[in-house]
């Protein structure tokens, strides 16, 4: 009887013992299942970031285990600010609710420029964004601006959707560095708004906008020379447009350059989803693994450049790395930074 009841303990040992690894293998894998993964958006429809979104969850699905509904939310407020606030502390944390929002926004508690912020931007678990970017100034050609040196002396009333978006810091940067004679007219809920704002004369142009965003939903512009492409704002030129003007090469100063350069740096993650801090670690994984799967999914690239839509992927894990350094950057260089965001009309 001692030898059945060891053996009888032994054997229930090691049943207890096999069940956590399966069942979180389980969970991880098959947790979607029937359930609705909601991308939430923090702008209005119809901008890059939106298109963006809406061609994600058309494929990401069939990359995720259980092969969950996956679908496109707006939540559009104050330069996507609501969407990070409220992915970061009211969103399920399961693994259901994503957020793409401007992707600036999230160094904002770092240079001090953002009112509101109520999230932590390396707690976030990052997924993967879809592309690096080039963002530029186009100005409306029938105001007489058609290069970075007209910009200098042309009075110019510049379109933002609100702090922490690019439409806004950028305008900001350059006003103060480069002393242009701009003014900023902010709160406009996308870039569909800053488009039509143009459009009907309410502003002159707009700094800070995609490129890839122009090239898939305003190209015509470009063909009839409605606008006209006055400066480049990222770490390296586009091949596009290798005549204009590149923001970091008209900056000699080396402490500004560091500074200009930890601002700009938010281009690498052009179009970034994120999912709450708190979501467990196997969802995560399964996430980012389906992310980068869709990028290499030949119907996704195909759409995409139906589009003209840039798909240059940068994975969940090196986006968390890219945010960690960003965060230990030395002070004198954030200080600085913080300097050139002080909105000072």
Not at 95 to 115: C, K, N, Q, S, Y
Not at 237 to 248: F, G, N, Q, R
């Amino acid at each position: 009887m001692p030898s059945f009841r060891r053996m009888l303990i032994a054997a229930l040992a090691l049943a207890v013992t096999a069940i956590p690894a399966p069942a979180m293998a389980d969970d991880a894998g098959s947790f979607f299942t029937g359930k609705t993964v909601r991308i939430l958006v923090g702008f209005s429809p119809g901008g890059g970031y939106d298109i963006y979104a809406r061609e994600l969850a058309r494929y990401l699905g069939r990359h995720i285990p259980g092969h969950p509904s996956v679908v496109v939310q707006n939540m559009a407020g104050a330069g996507s600010l609501k969407a990070v606030n409220f992915l970061f502390n009211a969103a399920p944390r399961d693994g259901t609710v994503l957020a793409t929002f401007a992707r600036g926004i999230v160094f904002e508690p770092l240079i001090g420029h953002l009112d509101g912020a109520q999230f932590e931007a390396p707690k976030f678990n990052w997924v993967g964004s879809i592309s690096d970017e080039v963002s530029v100034c186009a100005i409306n050609a029938s105001r007489g601006v058609a290069t970075w040196q007209d910009m200098l002396t042309t009075n110019t009333v510049i379109g933002a959707s609100g702090a922490g978006a690019d439409s806004d810091v950028f305008p900001i940067v350059l006003r103060n560095l480069f002393h242009l004679p701009m003014r900023i007219v902010t709160g406009y809920p996308g870039g569909a708004d800053l488009n039509l704002a143009m459009e009907r004369g309410e502003i002159d142009g707009r700094c800070g906008w995609s490129w890839t965003s122009i090239l898939s939903r305003n190209r015509e512009w470009l063909a009839d020379k409605h606008i006209r492409i006055t400066l480049q704002i990222a770490l390296a030129k586009h091949e596009d447009l290798p005549d204009v003007p590149l923001i970091t090469d008209l900056v000699s100063d080396p402490r500004q350059a560091a500074a200009l350069k930890l601002i700009v740096s938010r281009q690498a993650i052009a179009r970034p989803f994120a999912a709450p801090p708190g979501v467990p670690l196997g969802r995560i994984k399964t996430l980012r693994e389906a992310f980068d799967s869709t990028m290499r999914d030949p119907d996704f690239l195909a759409q995409m450049r139906n589009q003209a839509l840039e798909v240059r992927p940068l994975g969940g894990a090196a986006v968390q790395e890219l945010m960690r350094d960003i965060y230990a950057s030395p002070q004198d260089v954030v200080k600085l930074a913080r300097d050139m965001l002080v909105d000072t009309p």
